[in-house]
C-alpha cells in the first residue's frame, strides 16, 4: 500500500510541475491553454480547462480529455498528445481537473450513486456542462463529441459513454475499468478495492445491464470504445480489460470472439469485435498509458484524422448571453428555395442543444437565408451560434449571419442553440428556408 501511495504521490508531483509551468490567462485565447470558471452547473466541483487551436472548422468536434488520480487538467494536456494533434485536426480539447478525494486524491467520481446515474450530480454532471460551454462558446458540433481518460479519466471515460449515449459518440479508454464497477466510495482506493482486486468478475450480461440501467429506456445508438492496458499493470489489473470487453460488446449485442486480431505496432496486440469496440494489450507495459502513438490512435479511431482543418479561425464573436429579442420575422422573406434540412438534438433533464444542417439542393446559390419551424412542446431557445435566432411563442427564426449568408448548389451549412424544455423534447416536424418548406 505504500509502495502503491508512493509512487501515486511521484506522479503527482511531477504533473502538478509541469501544471505549474503552463501559463493562464483569465480570457479565452486560441492555442494556449485557458481556465474556464462559471462554465455552468459544478456539483462535482470541478476546475475546466479548454485549447482551442488556431486552425478549426466552424463547427469542431470536441475531445474530452481525462487525467489520472493525482493529476490535473494542465497536466494531462501537458504530458499527454492531445493538444498538438488537436492543432493538427482542428478539434476543441476540454481538460477537466477532478478535486475528490477518495485514496490519492484528485479522482474523478465513478463510486457515488449520483455519479451512476444520468444526471445524477457529481463529477459527470460537471463535465457535461463543460461539453455544453464548448458548445455554446465556440459552435462545437454536438454531433462530434468524445472522452478519454488515463487510469481514473479511463474509468470516467466509460462513466461517460454509459450515462450520455445520446452525447459522446465514441471514447478511448486507457487502463480504465468498467461502468459501475466500483460498489462506492469505500471500494474506490485501487489498493484495496473488490473492483481492481478481482472479484467483480461479472457476466457481460450483467455489465451490459449496468450500463443500460443508467439511462433508462434509451433506445438510440451507443458509442463506439476503444480500451488500452498494459499486460503488467498491478494498480489496475489488465484482467480488467476483458471485464470492459465483456460489457461494451454486450451493450452492442456482439459477440465476445473477435472478428479480427493483429498487431498495429510492436508488443501491441488489437482484437476488433465489428467496427464498435476494440481492445489493444500492450505488452509489458505497466500503469503507463498513454504512451507516445496512443492518442493517435484514439484520434484516427474517433474519426478525426480524416480532413485538414482550415487555415483560418471561424469569427471568434461568442454566443448571445442572454435569450435574443422576440421580434417576429419580416413578412415577406426572400424567394423561396429547394432545400434539406436535418435536425440533431441532445437533450438532458430540462436542457438540450441543437444542430440544424441546410442543404440547398437547388441548382442556384442560396443569398442570405431564414429558416423557420415550430416547436411541437413547449422548447425555447437560450442561447445560439452561426445564426441570429429569435423566438415568439413556439414560433422560432434563425437567420444567417455575416459569414455564412450564401450557400452554393449543392452546398450545406449548420447551425446550433441551446434552449430548454419541459421534459419532453420532440423534434420540429416541419422547416423552412425563405418561405420553402423543405426535405427532412
Known sequence: M???KAAIAAAATGVLATAAAVALSTPASAAS?????????????????IYVPDNRPA??????????????????????????????????????????????????????????????????VSIMSMV????????????????????????MTNAMLALYPDVFKAGAAFMGVPFNCFANAADFPPSNSQCT?????????????????????????RPRMQLWHGTNDTLV???????????????HGLSTTPTTTDSPQSNWTRRRFGTAVEAISVNGAGHSLP?????????TFFGLDGGTPPTSAPPTTPPPTSAPPTSAPPTSPPPGAACRVTYTANSWNNGFTATVAVTNSGATAINGWTV????????????????????????????????????????????????????????PTQFTVNGSACAT
Not at 41 to 49: A, D, Q, Y
Not at 137 to 155: E, I, L, Q, W
Not at 291 to 298: E, F, I, V
Request: proline fraction near 5%; glycine fraction near 16%; hydrophobic fraction near 30%.
Open 59 to 124: 463547427n469542431p468536434a470536441i475531445v474530452v480529455a481525462m487525467h489520472g488520480c493525482g493529476g490535473s487538467g494542465p497536466g494531462f494536456y501537458s504530458g499527454s498528445e492531445f493538444a498538438s494533434l488537436a492543432d493538427r485536426y482542428g478539434y476543441i480539447a476540454i481538460y477537466p481537473t477532478a478535486t475528490q478525494q477518495a485514496g490519492f486524491g484528485n479522482c474523478f467520481d465513478v463510486w457515488s450513486e449520483a455519479s451512476k446515474r444520468r444526471g445524477g450530480g457529481s463529477d459527470p
Open 33 to 49: 491553454l485557458v481556465e474556464v470558471t462559471g462554465f455552468g452547473s459544478n456539483p462535482g466541483g470541478m476546475r475546466m480547462h
Open 291 to 299: 504512451m507516445t502513438g496512443m492518442a493517435a490512435r484514439a484520434i
Open 237 to 251: 489489473p489488465f484482467q480488467l480489460l476483458q471485464e470492459e470487453v465483456d460489457q461494451w460488446t454486450n451493450v
Open 132 to 155: 455544453t460551454y464548448a458548445q455554446q462558446r465556440y459552435g462545437g458540433d454536438p454531433n462530434r463529441v468524445y472522452a478519454t481518460g488515463s487510469s481514473s479519466g479511463g474509468m
Open 372 to 427: 423557420q419551424w415550430t416547436w411541437p412542446g413547449n422548447q425555447q431557445v437560450t442561447n445560439a451560434w452561426n445564426a441570429t435566432v429569435t423566438q415568439s411563442g413556439s414560433q422560432v427564426s434563425a437567420r444567417n449571419v455575416a459569414w455564412n449568408g450564401t450557400i452554393a448548389a449543392g452546398a450545406s451549412t449548420s447551425f446550433g442553440f441551446q434552449g430548454t424544455h419541459g421534459g419532453t423534447n420532440s423534434p
Open 2 to 4: 505504500r509502495r502503491i
Open 197 to 221: 482486486g478481482g472479484n467483480m468478475n461479472r457476466t457481460p450480461q450483467q455489465w451490459g445491464d449496468a450500463v443500460r440501467q443508467a439511462y433508462p429506456g434509451y433506445t438510440g445508438a
